[in-house]
């Protein structure tokens, strides 16, 4: 089964961007890619999901117009830019795989098949 690893968390402040990266262990041409995030004492919520061709993306309310989502299946890299970041983003943030699943996998209660340790992102004010 496919492994999914995070990079790229870490602590900016309020305005700010990052990028994070999921490298995965073997081909991810059949995986629906995604990212969830929960903060401590919340919900999971699901961030942003990418169709496994790369044409099609979901974004959460919360998040549209400032992350955006792409990947790389030559690299078996998925990649989350984070811009106009806010306290609010602070939480744990998990690279997602969906071996066949749709686009939007990661919009309702749906848990996808495989899962990364996650990255910490932290947001200062």
């Known amino acids: 089964a496919v492994q999914v690893r995070e990079s790229g968390g870490g602590l900016v402040q309020a305005g700010g961007s990052l990028r994070l990266s999921c490298t995965a262990s073997?081909?991810?041409?059949?995986?629906?890619m995604g990212w969830f995030r929960q903060a401590p004492g919340q919900e999971r919520e699901g961030v942003a999901c990418i169709s496994w061709s790369g044409d099609r993306e979901y974004y959460a309310d919360s998040v549209k117009g400032r992350f955006t989502i792409s990947r790389d299946n030559a690299k078996n890299t998925l990649y989350l830019q984070l811009d106009s970041l806010n306290a609010e983003d602070t939480a744990m943030y998990y690279c997602?795989?969906?071996?066949?699943?749709?686009?939007?996998?990661?919009?309702?209660?749906?848990?996808?098949?495989?899962w990364g340790q996650g990255t910490q992102v932290t947001v200062s004010s």
């Open positions: 073997e081909s991810i041409d059949e995986y629906a």
């Open positions: 997602t795989a969906d071996r066949w699943g749709l686009y939007d996998y990661c919009s309702g209660s749906w848990s996808p098949d495989h």
